[in-house]
């Protein structure tokens, strides 16, 4: 790859990093050690530590301080090495009660120089966190080569974090994007780890305390902290990390599990906790989470919220599917109108040469039979919307668009088109999945009728798919997992990356399978 070396330079691999994480840093540097008298005096780092929001001076670095009861401050320092013999900034940041002792520092210093590595930690007076790693975003004019890994669909009890350590240990990635479902409000299957967080200890939270009971939970993992540790990371939520819509009878929540909090606060437990718990800056607005990053001349995300915008999914899920003639509405909405004009106007004066754009559900068509769509809770549900987003992209010649989602805990490569069918016209490439933990789409359907998914019954359902829905190049319904992209000048290169067996933590991770967009066309090619 072009301009390797220079990316890694002074780097440790991601494996070493990952190793280095798991151990306490070495003690202070003379600036940092001098400030300790006013921090707190002890306080552990059991929910590790990490980085989000990079900027191309400046960072955002998280960490919860556990053991305290007071409010006080915590020490911070970014090196340019990893064994920190030139601390380029340092200061401290406030661990308040009021935010459960989670500490949010953004370092913004002309002193962190664009498209570098930098190595951070955290200490007490007496206490010091483990060492962490990031990467400021390229500069604007950059044409050195991207690397991304996005995730989805972490459920705590039906899988380990193997993927985790897999993209912990990737070298030297530019950014770690989670499309939604970092945790599960409710415990939706037995699995080979309890979740006993909530007032039930049946891990069906509510309250703030209770979503903040589910982060801490989730964040005592090992494998998630060391991805955390080892790259700077971008989250938005999808419909398990807030509650979006009410359901039609107020007295019970979506999944017929009884309310103990009103709709609307349980949502803002849902938003206030996932911003407190995510290494990235509050939104003045704390409901708008949608934005672009750009990262150089040849990227640019664009995060979009799926969930608090728009209308309420037109049908409820049935298996088989009936039909939902409300799905072709024309005055249906996604996105609401301000984030799909933000959206249209934004891709339509992009720069940059591919489009990443990332949101939470499948935005293909997925049919069961053909034209009855497998769930319209996704852009299956809001057809005139995808129709015109797909028809933007075209008419104004938006070339390279690629859109990267999750939700479905499947691997999905396919083309999106007019129709999100085979008989409209290609707009766009998707690729989708898998999920870090949850069931796939066999096991779901096994687990809510009480059996089991046995591989005659997963090996019919992907063939049908198959079958069903020829615009998909590619259905992967056995493995969990994430996708790893890597943009250059010609191409965009997609890598399906999976554990062999989700359920086994020390379970071993490949490549799936790898693909290829080629630049200026909406094509996959399998390589």
Known sequence: MNGATTRREALHSGLALYLASQLPAPPGSGAAAARRGALHRHGSFDSGIASGDPHRHGITLWTRLHGVGRPGRVGWEIAADPDFARVLDAGTARAAHVHDHTVHAKVRSKRLKPGRPYWYRFHTRHSDSPVGRFRTRPARGSRTPLRIAVYSCQDYQTGFYAAHRDIAAQDDLDLVVMVGDYIYERAAAPGVRADTTGANRDGDVQTFREYRDKYRLYRSDPNLQAMHAAHPHLAFWD?????????????????????????????????????????????????????????????????????????????????????????????????????????????????????????????????????????????????????????????????NVVRLSGDIHTFFAGRVTTTGRIDGTAAAVEFIGGSISSLGIPEGLAAGSGGTADPALIAQLTNHARDTNPHIDYIETVHRGYKLIEVDEDELRVSFRAPEDARDPNTAVRTLARFTVPAGEPVIVPA
């Not at 995808?386 to 104004?396: A, C, S, T, V």
């Open 239 to 399: 419909s398990h990390d807030v509650e979006p819509h009410d359901s039609a009878d107020p007295s019970t929540d979506p999944y017929g599990r009884p309310r103990r909090v009103p709709h609307a606060q349980r949502l803002r437990n849902g938003i206030r906790a996932f911003l407190e718990a995510m290494p990235q800056q509050h939104p003045a607005d704390p409901r708008r989470i949608y934005r672009r990053v750009n990262l150089g001349a040849l990227g640019t995300v664009y995060l979009t919220d799926e969930q608090l915008y728009g209308d309420p999914y037109p049908c409820p899920f049935t298996f088989p599917p009936d039909g939902c003639p409300e799905a072709n509405a024309p005055d249906r909405t996604y996105l609401g109108a301000a984030q799909k004009s933000w959206l249209k106007r934004s891709l339509a004066a992009e720069s940059a040469k591919w489009k990443l754009y990332l949101g939470g559900t499948m935005m293909m068509s997925f049919d069961f039979s053909p034209g009855n769509p497998y769930n319209t809770g996704q852009w299956d549900g809001f057809v005139a919307e995808r129709r015109e987003l797909m028809q933007h992209i075209l008419d104004n010649r938006i070339d």
